[in-house]
């Protein structure tokens, strides 16, 4: 694909997700997700890199509620990494895990069928944060 490719279905792939229907998207991830969960709410701004969700899981008393901010794809060497910056939950369990991986870049691994569409994903989830470098799982301090 084309840069000039690229930046076009990053533009509309922007506008499907903000003109989207939440009452269609809700409806879908729940079918989806029917016994296992019930999406309550989400937004997604790709532009502003924030997303919120809400769900409650099945058998849980209590919903979970998470917002995330500054995460995107970042090309570093020859790889492309995942990194998160920013989130929290309603949830200290899921607070305590977050405090594992924010702030780390993390190899996205090569999947054959996906590489060509790794151009495409990293214009639509590009970032400028600053890399620390991971190379390989969280070790544990224990």
């Known amino acids: 694909m ?10 509309l792939i922007k506008l499907a997700i ?6 269609i998207v809700l ?10 969960a ?8 790709l532009d502003a890199k924030t997303a919120y969700a809400h769900i ?6 209590e919903s979970i509620e998470v917002w995330v901010e500054n995460f995107g794809i970042i090309i570093d060497e020859d790889s492309y990494k995942f990194i ?19 702030g780390k870049a993390w190899k996205i691994p090569v999947i054959p069928q996906l590489t060509p569409f790794m151009p495409l994903a990293c214009a639509l989830l ?7 470098k991971v190379t390989g ?6």
């Open 2 to 11: 084309t840069n000039k490719m690229i930046n076009r279905l990053v533009r």
């Open 18 to 23: 903000k003109w989207a229907p939440k009452k």
């Open 27 to 36: 409806r879908v991830a729940n079918y989806k997700l029917k016994g296992i």
């Open 38 to 45: 019930d999406v309550k709410d989400y937004a997604v701004d």
């Open 56 to 61: 409650h899981l099945y058998g849980e008393a």
């Open 84 to 102: 998160l910056q920013q989130a929290k939950s309603n949830k200290p369990w899921l607070n305590n895990s977050f405090a594992f991986i924010l």
């Open 126 to 132: 590009k970032t400028e944060v600053p890399v620390q």
């Open 137 to 142: 799982y969280i070790e544990s301090s224990r």
